[in-house]
């Protein structure tokens, strides 16, 4: 659709990640994002320590997106446990940190999938952060 932003159009493309079925219960759960968070797949990293990477995603969304990946393996956020509090807390932080790192301070939005219908394609958790445009609105 089109978006009018300070007297300039601009078309933005809608989120086109399709949801995916959860892993069968016994089944393999390791992904792209444990084996790039593991290093077996070399990505380079905007930002890494020892308990998250960020990268950039390879079919943005818009000007900045960037994906905040734990390296505990969470398959999604409705599985988080309570002990995973402070890691969850930092992944926010982390988020904050790279977004204005890439000078988003104008503005950014941070989105977590979960499940199939919230368009989770990806069963390892992870934050986008979106930025560096006049975001739309709905995501729906």
């Known amino acids: 659709f089109l978006h009018t932003h300070k007297g300039k159009q601009a078309k933005l493309s809608i989120m086109s990640e399709v949801g995916q079925d959860p892993p069968a219960p016994g089944a393999d759960t390791d992904t792209i994002f444990g084996k790039i968070t593991r290093g077996e797949i070399p990505v380079p990293f905007v930002y ?3 308990r998250a990477v960020v990268i950039r995603d390879i079919a943005p969304q818009a ?3 960037l994906l905040v990946i734990p390296r505990k393996p969470i ?4 599985k988080a446990e309570d002990e995973d509090e402070s890691l969850l807390g930092h992944l926010l932080l982390v988020a904050r940190k790279v977004a204005l790192q890439e000078g988003l301070q104008e503005g950014f939005r941070l989105i977590i999938n979960n499940g199939k219908e919230g368009c989770q394609s ?11 445009q006049q975001l739309g609105w709905s995501p729906a």
């Open 48 to 50: 890494e320590d020892d």
């Open 63 to 65: 000007k900045v997106h």
């Open 75 to 78: 398959q999604q956020i409705s």
């Open 122 to 132: 990806v069963y390892h958790l992870h934050i986008h952060v979106l930025g560096g």
